[in-house]
């Protein structure tokens, strides 16, 4: 009989949680084993705490030299870069320019940081600048002191390769949740899609809608996870690129999708360019939904969506 195998554990720096609907439980296991190696690759090729991954090498040559990359980093790169041409910079992988010195989300940030700091940091952050060469598969990022990172699609992507992988390995339902960034197929052992919950941003544990899915994904970016308080005032770290400051209004953002990566990539910009811009791209998009709740906790959706709460 047919069981659910779960496996939670701790991958690019956030938790992961695989989960294999089979009736052997060696062979889930093995197949969990074969998503965890795939996503560590990943992690070594992307992560920025790595001298020697891919990411670091093209941070470390900004205005220096090209660097050559393997395709499918590239090709990341080319899809980020159209993400952001699609949000008008509201998504910009090159956003590594803000460091800690600026922003750090934790209890120790007790004010602002001096808007004029903020504005000469994000003077970097500028995806045009990411120069690709289609001929020699190289990167270049034109100005010195440009870092880029992948904090905005590394995960979603991760979760879309395992989910190819275990596929690919005879895996017929299954969910890769990465950090909430999750991709769901097939149906759980019972029959029935999966279903999971929106989480409520002023009770994260009480789910305030939940949604049927199958072969769909969902990414969720919220300032309930991660914020400063500075004098009784919650500052989400989703940062305006053209700004360098956080956003605000948004409380969360819930995109589904048929792909993790985009989905992913997508939250991010949507709580950037607020309620109504952001509904109306989400709503220009073919095969995307979204959920927007905003500061006064009402509920916003995409056309194409109905929640039930």
């Given at each position: 009989?047919?069981?659910l ?14 989960s294999?609907?089979a ?9 969990i084993?074969d998503?965890?190696?795939?996503i ?6 992307l ?6 991954s ?8 900004a205005?220096?030299a ?17 993400i ?11 956003y ?16 602002l ?29 034109k100005?010195?002191?440009m870092?880029?990172?992948f904090?905005?699609?590394g995960?979603?992507y991760?979760a879309e390769?395992?989910?190819?992988l ?6 017929q ?13 097939g149906n ?17 544990s ?39 400051l956080p956003?605000a ?6 995109i ?15 709580t950037v ?12 998009m073919?095969?995307?939904?979204c959920?927007i709740i ?16």
């Amino acid at each position: 009989m047919e069981q659910l195998h779960r496996r939670v554990l701790r991958l690019m720096g956030n938790r992961f949680e695989i989960s294999v609907v089979a009736e052997d439980k060696a062979w889930a296991e093995a197949r969990i084993d074969d998503a965890v190696s795939e996503i560590q690759r990943i992690e070594a090729l992307l992560t920025t705490f790595s001298d020697n991954s891919q990411t670091n090498q093209i941070n470390t040559q900004a205005g220096i030299a090209p660097v050559r990359v393997d395709r499918e980093v590239f090709e990341l790169i080319r899809r980020s870069l159209r993400i952001s041409e699609l949000t008008q910079g509201a998504f910009d992988i090159t956003y590594g320019s803000i460091d800690k010195s600026l922003w750090n989300f934790d209890t120790h940030m007790t004010s602002l940081p001096d808007p004029e700091t903020a504005r000469r940091m994000v003077r970097l952050i500028n995806y045009r600048n990411v120069i690709l060469n289609e001929a020699d598969g190289s990167v270049f990022l034109k100005e010195k002191g440009m870092r880029i990172g992948f904090g905005g699609i590394g995960k979603g992507y991760a979760a879309e390769m395992a989910k190819r992988l275990l596929q690919q390995k005879g895996v017929q339902s299954g969910i890769v949740n990465a950090s909430g960034d999750l991709t769901a197929w097939g149906n759980q052992p019972n029959g029935q899609p999966w279903t999971i919950g929106i989480a409520d941003p002023n009770a994260q544990s009480q789910p305030f809608s939940f949604l049927n899915i199958s072969n769909v994904a969902v990414a969720t970016s919220g300032n309930y996870e991660k914020y400063a308080l500075i004098q009784g005032k919650k500052y989400s770290h989703t940062i305006d690129p053209k700004t360098g400051l956080p956003v605000a209004g948004i409380k969360s953002v819930t995109i589904l999708s048929p792909n993790a990566e985009i989905a992913d990539a997508m939250a991010t910009p949507v709580t950037v360019m607020g309620v109504r811009v952001g509904l109306d791209l989400i709503n220009q998009m073919q095969g995307m939904a979204c959920v927007i709740i905003d500061d006064h906790d009402r509920v916003f959706t995409s056309k194409n969506i109905a929640v039930s709460r």
